[in-house]
């Protein structure tokens, strides 16, 4: 059964760094997301891309983040200049559709750790 | 704005007997309501999801949920409990109204723990 991949499974980095967290949704699928899980709390929406472009962001997707698609399969996510409030495990999705009724494929996580 | 209420933060069973994970949402449109779960170290996977179409939606391993709009809830069932249930579960909720986007809101989770 396909399904979403991500990569590094933990990174820690330093504050100010720069991190680039990996995702290779499934194949078909045309709609791609970033979530994140501080620990202990609730996952949160980040954002969403389609037709390489954003197609919605929260409030916690500021400058510092950034999102591509470089290559037609990876999908990433850029955070520009870590903080230490960005400690958390950060979920990449994909579905086929944007309507809602399709469900949304999430990979196991990258754990990101600043220090 | 749409949100997602999950009444137990922690709900233990023992192994055979029934499972009730509730749910209350709050939605200005006909919403689609899902729950997933997250086993330890395990990325979240689909139970079941309602979609508009039957309020009584049968999801994998033997859940089951019903939508009750005169409730507002989505309520989790289980007639029997595995220890393999064990795990967190969230309630979650999206916006039919923005296609491009459809943002999921996830409730804060219950975690699930089953004894035997």
């Known amino acids: 059964e396909p399904e979403v991949t991500q990569t590094p499974s933990h990174q820690v980095t330093q504050m100010g760094q720069e991190v680039i967290l990996r995702c290779v949704p499934i194949s078909n699928h045309l709609y791609f997301y970033w979530y994140r899980q501080i620990l202990g709390q609730k996952v949160e929406f980040l954002v969403s891309f389609y037709n390489n472009e954003i197609s919605e962001k929260s409030e916690i997707f500021d400058d510092q983040f950034s999102v591509e698609r470089p290559d037609g399969s990876n999908f990433t996510l850029k955070i520009r200049s870590t903080k230490l409030e960005d400690s958390a495990m950060y979920f990449c999705?994909?579905?086929?559709?944007?309507?809602?009724?399709?469900?949304?494929?999430f990979g196991p996580g990258t754990r990101l750790t600043v220090t | 704005a749409q949100s997602v209420t999950q009444l137990d933060s922690h709900v233990s069973v023992s192994e055979g007997t029934p499972v009730l994970l509730r749910c209350n949402y709050s939605?200005?449109?006909?919403?689609?309501l899902f729950w997933y779960v997250q086993h330890p170290n395990k990325g979240l996977q689909l139970l079941l999801k309602?979609?508009?179409?039957?309020?009584l939606v049968k999801g994998i391993n033997g859940f089951e949920a019903e939508f009750k709009k005169s409730e507002t809830s989505f309520h989790l069932t289980k007639p029997s409990a595995h220890m393999s249930d064990a795990a967190e579960y969230f309630c979650v909720v999206s916006d039919p109204g923005n296609q491009a986007g459809t943002a999921l809101i996830f409730g804060k989770g219950t975690t699930l723990s089953v004894s035997s």
């Open positions: 939605s200005s449109y006909s919403p689609s």
């Open positions: 309602y979609t508009s179409a039957a309020t």
């Open positions: 999705a994909s579905r086929v559709g944007g309507a809602s009724f399709y469900e949304q494929y």
